[in-house]
């Protein structure tokens, strides 16, 4: 199974995602924001990243610019699960699409732990 | 070995190796460099210090033999931290920075590092909408790489009228008279201010410029895509 580095602010969605994603066999590392997330990344690289945008300090999309500036982190999926709706996103979609290389955006209050985990496991086996 | 100082705003920045970077930076006097930063990969700099996007920093920097300088120090001189606060302001900002790099040669004119500083500095106040300044960036941008449109006469070499209306002739980069033409002499005058060396916030003074803004900033996009093709 695949190691999730997991971008949440919010400690009780982490906890539940993190048990989700546990529970079908992947290893998850949780970070509440942009630092901890390359520090993470720099320990064990991830399979997958599941992110958050808005972040205390320094944002997702920070984090975002400076993760794919590393050649070997380049190829690695990102998915957002974000709580910004498809029209907050609009302006700068097609950058994050391009530019950072999200696969998908998922609205978080709309996210079911089944399409969490579902799109954990698309975007693995792609790269798998 | 000669050490250079000089300002610097950072346009990019890559890994080498196990421990340093590539950054490539834009300066007033030197053009474009790309300069080495030793032992940066896996310490806490990243994200933070004088090699932060959204700032303008100080850097002593030792001429290469190849095309790679090497980094000696770096001092923060001034950060737009508030650019950052805003997901749109930042992600515009990106873009901005994105452009700036593409459209530059190596030996690039102080004015082009004038324009992302001010760039910054528009972002960074959120009392200009941001729709403003993007189109204030691509105009001044057109501008610099010579590419601003006829708004003196049209496509026959006649002066533009106060009562005409006009189409914008993208073959010849200005206006051509046309009865149903979605530009009059008010979208115009909105245009050259656009393209005049001005900072971003002189043309919030302008009346109705929300609705101005809508009216021309689609044309000096496509003004831009025209000469990227």
């Known amino acids: 199974m695949a190691h999730i580095l997991l971008i949440e602010p919010n400690t009780v969605l982490a906890e539940t995602y993190t048990q989700a994603l546990q529970h079908v066999g992947h290893s998850v590392v949780v970070v509440t924001g942009a630092q901890a997330a390359v520090d993470a990344a720099d320990k064990q690289t991830p399979d997958i990243v599941i992110a958050e945008l808005h972040l205390p300090g320094h944002s997702g999309i920070e984090f975002l610019h400076e993760f794919r500036s590393y050649t070997e982190w380049t190829d690695i999926p990102v998915v957002l699960n974000t709580t910004l709706t498809a029209a907050q996103l609009a302006p700068g979609v097609n950058a994050l699409h391009r530019d950072l290389g999200i696969r998908e955006v998922l609205y978080k209050p709309r996210t079911s732990l089944q399409d969490l985990v579902r799109v954990a496991r698309e975007y693995i086996a792609a790269v798998a | 070995m000669n050490q250079i100082v000089t300002d610097g705003i950072i346009l990019s920045r890559t890994d080498y190796g196990e421990a340093d970077r590539i950054l490539t930076l834009l300066t007033p006097d030197h053009g474009k460099l790309r300069l080495m930063a030793k032992g940066v990969r896996r310490v806490k700099s990243k994200l933070a210090g004088g090699i932060e996007l959204f700032s303008v920093s100080t850097i002593t920097y030792v001429k290469g033999r190849g095309e790679v300088g090497t980094l000696v120090s770096t001092r923060l001189v001034k ?151």
Request: glycine share 6%; charged share 20%.
């Open chain 2, 79 to 229: 950060h737009y931290g508030h650019i950052v606060e805003d997901l749109d302001r930042t992600m515009l900002g990106y873009e901005l920075i994105k452009q700036l790099n593409k459209a530059t040669e190596d030996h690039p004119e102080p004015d082009y590092f004038n324009l992302l500083h001010r760039a910054f500095e528009a972002l960074d106040d959120f009392s200009i909408p941001l729709d403003l300044v993007h189109f204030w960036f691509i105009a001044q941008l057109l501008r610099l790489n010579g590419h601003t449109p006829n708004l003196q006469t049209d496509v026959d070499g006649h002066k533009l009228q106060a009562g005409a209306l006009y189409e914008f002739d993208f073959e010849a980069m200005c206006f051509r008279q046309h009865p149903s033409g979605h530009f009059g002499a008010t979208q115009v005058k909105f245009l050259r201010l656009g393209f005049t060396d001005h900072v971003a916030k002189t043309l919030m003074q302008i009346k109705g410029i929300t609705t101005l803004l809508a009216e021309v900033a689609p044309l000096v996009q496509k003004i831009q895509q025209f000469y990227k093709h």
